[in-house]
């Protein structure tokens, strides 16, 4: 009798015993979980350091030059001629873009697509540092053209530019905008 109530104060204690191990299992499950989420945006962005050319007075069949001395670029174009830096100042590899709209004022004048202008056209070409020489610089036309492709976040390049003017009609002040536009590579 006694070996049969000690067989059961042991049944009984290991039932106690294995009900609580459970329930300590069962409490140690996990019952949620969490995922950290880490993401950079990419965004487009630039700065140019030269926001103005003032040419003045400039004759027909002329030729001006967008560069540290206003004088025509030595070759291959190097950093010292170079009137502007560009900077990507977004967070990915980008293309640096340029165009121009036709000029105001009097008659205006059209924008070239080569280097030949004709009455009341002018042409304009843009290089950066690194270029061979001026023939290799980039035509800048009315709608955007690669100006420097991959430029690293954070990457810089010096740039310039000449504008050659053909024949006039009218001696009335003219204006025009070049703009540059950063797009993703």
């Known amino acids: 009798m006694r070996i049969r109530r000690l067989i059961s104060i042991i049944a009984l204690v290991l039932t106690i015993v294995s009900g609580q191990l459970i329930e300590v299992i069962q409490t140690f499950a996990a019952t949620s979980a969490t995922v950290t989420i880490t993401a950079t945006p990419e965004y487009l962005a630039m700065t140019n350091d030269s926001g103005n050319w003032t040419i003045g007075a400039i004759a027909e069949a002329a030729t001006k030059y967008f560069t540290a001395d206003s004088l025509i670029m030595a070759e291959p174009l190097v950093d010292g001629d170079m009137k502007g830096t560009l900077t990507n100042t977004g967070s990915v590899t980008s293309d640096f873009e340029i165009k121009v709209a036709a000029f105001t004022g009097g008659v205006g004048w059209a924008i070239s697509t080569d280097a030949t202008p004709a009455e009341n056209e002018v042409s304009i070409r843009a290089g950066v540092t690194g270029m061979a020489n001026r023939a290799a610089m980039v035509q ?3 709608t955007y053209t690669d100006l420097k492709t991959s430029i690293s976040a954070s990457g810089t390049i010096m740039w310039g530019a000449e504008l050659l ?8 002040a003219k204006s025009g905008t070049l703009t540059l536009l950063v797009s993703k590579s």
């Open 165 to 172: 003017t053909g024949t006039f009609t009218d001696g009335v």
């Open 140 to 142: 800048v036309i009315t």
